[in-house]
């Protein structure tokens, strides 16, 4: 057998392993929503946890890494300017002052078109990852190798092939 012939047998549980780093992302949207942070805290965790597990869970637990921070500015700029609006408008009120008739309507006043759509974009853009993750995660677990564009490239720099694996194959 020459050395084009020689090939690593991944076991059924690394596949587990490599689809659960997918999964903690949408642990952390159930767990911390608001915080766009959450989801990049929960797939570092699972990182450090597999760090001595062999390449293929490494690997992928990286690329998850990596799809939790494309969108961590995006979420973190909605969140502050969300809260932006809401300090605003609150401040507006406690130094004004406002009619008895409407409580809540000035809380809205900030909203504008711009906001609108970004926030359209935002809530799209992490549904859309939310279904990639989902997808992802069934494909590598089934043992298929789903590599991320322009992702993948920077996870094989990150990702170290030294050897790791607990089965010492």
């Known amino acids: 057998m020459n050395k084009r012939e020689t090939y690593k047998v991944i076991h059924q549980n690394e596949y587990?392993?490599?689809?659960?780093?997918?999964?903690?992302?949408?642990?952390?949207?159930?767990?911390?929503?608001p915080l766009p942070i959450i989801n990049l805290i929960a797939s570092f965790c699972y990182y450090l946890a597999k760090r001595k597990s062999s390449y293929f869970i490494r690997w992928h637990s990286i690329q998850a890494i990596l799809a939790q921070l494309v969108l961590v500015p995006f979420n973190g700029i909605a969140w502050a300017w969300t809260l932006g609006i809401f300090l605003k408008s609150s401040r507006l009120i406690a130094e004004y002052g406002h009619d008895d008739r409407n409580h809540i309507w000035p809380l809205f006043e900030g909203i504008t078109t711009p906001y609108l759509i970004y926030m359209l974009f935002i809530v799209l853009f992490n549904i859309f990852e939310f279904f990639a993750i989902i997808y992802t995660s069934i494909k590598v677990k089934k043992g298929e190798n789903v590599r991320w564009f322009l992702i993948a490239g920077i996870t094989d720099r990150l990702c170290s092939k030294e050897k790791r694996d607990i089965y010492n194959i």
């Open 16 to 33: 587990e392993q490599a689809a659960n780093s997918y999964l903690m992302t949408v642990v952390g949207v159930t767990a911390g929503l």
